[in-house]
């Protein structure tokens, strides 16, 4: 199975980077993962919400294949503890799905083109949290899922 991360808008902040690099390192033992970066979209004073969620969704869709699973990270999702999310990928790895797609959506969350496409949605906390640290917190998540399904010593409960 391949995992992708779509993240609208690159991310700045030098901690931020070192933590997502390393595990993204430690992912590439257990799974396919990258982290892809669609550019923010420019003259953004001049659009409304609803017109940069619709630019943003042409853009996410250009990268989404016809047979990827498309989960959405979104506020309203569903919320899973730790061991539930490992459970749900092993789940998804079962059913033999070729590619997932992960999707942090920009500032305004995301058009109804792309609820209409995605399979789901998942919550990483009932918290809001900046779209740059979403992506620390899910490669985080992912690396703790993976370690789990191993049965390594990473994750305690």
Do not use: W
Not at 4 to 13: F, N, R, S, V
Not at 44 to 68: G, M, R, T
Not at 101 to 107: A, D, E, K, T, Y
Request: net charge positive; aromatic share 12%; hydrophobic share 40%.
């Amino acid at each position: 199975m391949k995992i992708t991360l779509l993240c609208i808008g690159k991310t700045d902040d030098k901690y931020l980077i070192e933590g997502i690099d390393k595990y993204i390192k430690r992912l590439k033992f257990y799974v396919n993962f990258s982290i892809v970066v669609i550019p923010d979209i420019k003259n953004v004073k001049n659009l409304s919400a609803e017109q940069q969620k619709d630019k943003e969704a042409l853009l996410i869709l250009k990268q989404l294949q016809p047979q990827d699973l498309v989960v959405l990270l979104d506020e309203h999702g569903k919320e899973f503890r730790s061991l539930e999310f490992s459970a749900y990928l092993e789940k998804m790895m079962v059913q033999s799905v070729q590619h997932m797609v992960f999707i942090i959506g920009g500032p305004y969350g995301f058009d109804q083109k792309i609820y209409d496409r995605a399979k789901s949605k998942i919550s990483l906390s009932k918290m809001t949290f900046s779209h740059q640290m979403i992506r620390l917190f899910f490669t985080e998540q992912l690396y703790r899922a993976f370690s789990i399904m191993k049965g390594e010593p990473y994750h305690h409960e």
